[in-house]
């Protein structure tokens, strides 16, 4: 029988085995010691009895194979002391050969059965102390409130079964791992592939081959109700390894508990975080509206006056004409640079919500060329759509926005007169549409690169054209919402050119309605 | 100013706003009363008894989409809605609550007068419809059902010939996408806007000289529709 482990016990077990036989020799010497003197007084009958008290007491309290000991010791001295001739083990009267084997007989049942009564009081010990040491970790993890206080608990909760260590990875949705505490040393090796399998497997994997070599032996899936959210590896002492598997259904156990505490712990952080984000979200989105109706509503005025102005009767005088016109100009360029601003805080934002719905592109491209009117009167612009464009899904106001930014661009950086070019085809599962001008292009170090989708980076610096370099990074930014791309790049022929991609994606069916002559037709 | 100047009631809470709006309307000949608050508004409406509303949706005392549906229990006086740029629901809100037009903040005097030109104009001649429309090369005879253009006969599916009567019945006014689904497809379909939208890119590739930049048949984005003449 093992003796039992004390927890914090280090004593090796061999240790304690020797200094078992060792009382087990003492007892039947002191019962021999003891019985001497009354050797004329008590029938051998009683001696008997005497030794076999002592392999009872012995096997109670020290197990099994220590009652072997002194069953046999027993009638060794017994044989040695008191069968006469005393002092010999020479057996006069065969009689007591029937004793000897009575005896040992005797010696060796009661011993098997006092110390197999010992063992199950000693293992329901056992048990009683690890479901208490659970119902004890249960209890502090339903009080948790942190990832570290879980590893804390499991720790202890290991320490206490099995002396063993244990170290938590957590999976992300990705199935990336990560250690539960950051910034922990690590309590013991983890091979990753067994983690792995466990994770995917949402089984425990066992392997005490590792334990040798002071890896993780066991690992355990954390299967929460939602998802498997980990792996527990778990490393136990190297005197403990083979009681691993007697462990198992509470290994198991405790991974569900850290399982659902972790699950828990999560949910929690999530509720915290989004109540976080709705109110920031809140503020943000009012400071926006308070800001944006600050800016607009002054240059609304402005734009209003200085028209009015201009258009005024009696008319004005040319100079003041000029100059009102020019200020309505100026806060019109000013309200643009404002929107875009806006535009830009928006986005940048985060969370912008589209309000995607399935509609033609050339919708989107006609409204922006009305938008923009005026600023592209010196510039004819060319559509042109390849065959049988499929609905596509997207935010209109905001495709419109990266239409009218691109147009604008095209308008400014190129010759009055020169036409601006939109071709809209489609390649590989995305609908392709590039704005193309007439002007100069991007300079060489430029074409091609992300520079120019950062925000207030323009073409030519220094230039004595107006604008801020929002308008491409505006485009960016929604392009890439709508899980497109976005490209800048000279034309061979020359000229700058902007090709943007948006997803095809599946369209609702349209049924198509039949005109009414060919259904006469059909009829 | 003359006696049977059309009335113009501007709900508008910026000051200076107010005041070039006055000016232009003036011009117009349009005799001008203003509000710079809903409740205010809504008093003006009911003593003036305006040809036209022009509302700024953001006033301080409430939500200019109330006073809409206030003032359509007891007026159909058409209404300009004033609005900035990226509030599209507002919009369309309005526009269903009973809102005739938009114009998007900042606009221009000469945007501001066409626009008040329109309203006024359709509100005075009401009666006096014609079954014949005329746009660009195309010419619709509603009493004999039959669409030309440059003389040609165009064949419309009846979906499209609907389309095309409710959009020229509204010459010239924004009409939302739930409105025009709701009119043409029923009640039951005011939510399938790709219907609308190839449609829309029916009439326009059956009617417009160029489809991708369409004159008479123009997108609202965010919005709706609105059939120039």
């Known amino acids: ?523 | 100013m003359k006696e049977n100047a059309p009335v113009v009631l501007v709900v508008e809470d910026e000051k200076q706003i107010r005041r070039f709006v006055r000016a232009s309307l003036e011009e117009e000949g349009c005799r001008v009363f203003e509000a710079d608050t809903l409740a205010g508004g809504l008093v003006e409406a009911g003593e003036r008894k305006p040809d036209l509303i022009m509302l700024d949706l953001g006033l301080p005392d409430g939500n200019g989409v109330d006073f809409i549906r206030d003032l359509r229990g007891w007026s159909d006086a058409p209404i300009l809605v004033l609005s900035a740029r990226s509030n599209e629901k507002d919009k369309v809100q309005a526009l269903d609550a009973g809102a005739d037009d938009y114009l998007t903040k900042p606009f221009g005097v000469a945007e501001l007068r066409a626009r008040a030109r329109a309203l006024l104009r359709r509100q005075s001649r009401t009666e006096a419809a014609s079954p014949l429309f005329e746009f660009g090369e195309v010419r619709v005879d509603l009493s004999r059902r039959v669409v030309t253009r440059n003389g040609e006969p165009v064949r419309l599916t009846p979906i499209e010939y609907r389309l095309l009567c409710v959009l020229l019945a509204s010459a010239g006014k924004v009409l939302t996408q739930r409105h025009l689904l709701r009119e043409v497809w029923g009640p039951s379909s005011v939510e399938s806007y790709h219907y609308l939208r190839i449609y829309v890119g029916h009439l326009r590739h059956k009617l417009e000289i160029d489809p991708a930049q369409p004159r008479h048949f123009q997108t609202e984005t965010g919005v709706g529709y609105r059939f120039q003449p």
């Open chain 1, 1 to 523: 029988m093992k003796k039992l482990p004390e927890h914090g016990e280090v004593t090796p077990s061999a240790l304690r085995d020797r200094k078992r036989y060792l009382l087990a020799a003492l007892a039947c010497a002191a019962t021999t010691l003891a019985t001497t003197p009354l050797f004329g007084l008590l029938d051998p009958a009683n001696i008997v009895m005497l030794f076999l008290l002592t392999v009872l007491l012995v096997a109670v309290l020290l197990g099994l194979r220590p009652a072997l000991l002194a069953a046999f010791l027993s009638v060794g001295l017994f044989d040695f002391f008191f069968v006469p001739p005393r002092f010999t083990f020479v057996v006069n009267d065969g009689q007591y050969l029937v004793t000897f084997a009575v005896m040992l007989v005797v010696a060796i049942i009661t011993g098997r059965l006092a110390a197999g009564l010992r063992s199950r009081a000693d293992e329901s010990a056992l048990a009683a102390r690890h479901a208490r040491a659970l119902s004890e970790m249960a209890r502090e993890l339903s009080g948790a409130l942190t990832l570290e206080q879980v590893a804390e608990i499991t720790d202890r909760f290991l320490g206490a079964i099995l002396q063993a260590k244990g170290d938590i990875v957590l999976y992300d949705r990705d199935g990336q791992p990560r250690p539960a505490v950051d910034h922990r040393t690590p309590h013991l090796v983890v091979e990753p592939r067994m983690a792995a399998i466990a994770f995917e497997r949402g089984e425990t994997v066992e392997c005490s081959v590792l334990a040798e070599s002071g890896c993780a032996a066991v690992y355990l899936p954390l299967k929460a109700p939602m998802r498997v959210r980990g792996v527990i590896a778990v490393a136990p002492a190297q005197s403990f390894t083979e009681r691993l598997s007697a462990q198992r259904p509470h290994l198991e156990t405790m991974a569900s508990l850290v399982a659902i505490a972790i699950e828990r712990i999560h949910y929690v952080d999530v509720a915290q975080r989004t109540q976080l984000q709705i109110v920031s979200e809140r503020l943000r989105s009012s400071i926006l509206s308070a800001l944006s109706h600050d800016l607009r509503t002054p240059l609304a005025a402005l734009v209003g006056l200085a028209d009015s102005l201009a258009c005024s009767r009696p008319p004005l005088g040319d100079a003041q004409r000029e100059s009102a016109e020019a200020i309505c100009e100026q806060a019109e360029r000013l309200s643009g640079l404002v929107e875009n601003l806006l535009d830009m805080a928006r986005l940048h934002a985060g969370n912008v919500t589209l309000h995607k719905e399935w509609q033609a592109i050339e919708e989107v491209i006609g409204s922006s060329i009305k938008l923009l009117g005026r600023a592209l009167a010196e510039h004819p612009v060319k559509v042109r759509l390849a065959d049988d464009l499929p609905l596509i899904e997207f935010d209109a106001v905001l495709i419109e926005r990266v239409f009218c930014n691109l147009l604008e661009n095209a308008a400014k950086y190129s010759p009055a007169g020169s036409a601006i070019e939109i071709e809209v085809s489609l390649r590989e599962e995305r609908m392709e549409v590039r704005v193309a001008d007439g002007g100069p292009g991007f300079s060489v170090a430029e074409a091609g690169t992300e520079a120019l989708f950062e925000m207030f980076v323009r073409g030519e610096s220094e230039s004595a054209l107006p604008g801020v370099g929002l308008g491409l990074a505006i485009c960016r930014a929604i392009v890439e919402a709508h899980d497109g791309t976005i490209a800048a790049g000279n034309r061979l022929q020359g000229g700058a050119c902007v090709t943007f991609t948006l997803p095809l994606g599946k369209p609702p069916l349209i049924e198509e309605e039949i005109l009414p002559e060919q259904e006469e037709e059909a009829k």
